[in-house]
């Protein structure tokens, strides 16, 4: 005699858009998180606390990806991402000097940005 399924509910897995927003939800709090102790260590900009010779500070306030830059880290666990070390505050002009213009580096020890930070300044 043969098995009738038909009575067996075969649950629909989430969809697609459920499980984006529950993954955008988690890198949210992650990202909250390690955001507000950046910006309580560094305040308004990073490159002011250094004192470098960059010029003085103008604009809104930025989070910037200093370790490795955003685009490389797409796919990675938000809490491999999204660090203290990796990341830093800089102001509107000093975070497009470091991202576009290539104008400096920031010079890290083993702790990353929560270490002793310096700047070299290219050209």
């Known amino acids: ?9 075969i649950p629909k897995p989430p969809s697609r858009k459920t499980e984006k927003a529950r993954k955008r939800k988690a890198e949210r709090d992650v990202i909250a998180a390690v ?3 950046v910006v309580a260590r560094d305040g308004y900009c990073r490159v002011a606390l250094l004192r470098a010779p960059l010029g003085p500070c103008a604009g809104e306030s930025e ?4 370790v490795m830059k955003r685009f490389k880290t797409r796919g990675m ?8 070390a ?9 975070h497009r000097l470091y991202d576009e ?7 890290l020890g083993v702790k990353g940005m929560d270490g002793v930070v310096g700047v070299i300044r290219h050209g």
């Open 1 to 9: 005699m043969p098995i009738d399924y038909s009575c067996l509910a």
């Open 35 to 37: 955001r507000a102790k």
């Open 63 to 66: 989070w910037a990806h200093v």
């Open 77 to 84: 666990p938000s809490h491999v991402r999204h660090t203290t």
């Open 101 to 107: 213009a290539h104008a400096f580096a920031f010079v």
């Open 86 to 94: 990796g990341t830093a505050m800089l102001c509107r002009r000093h």
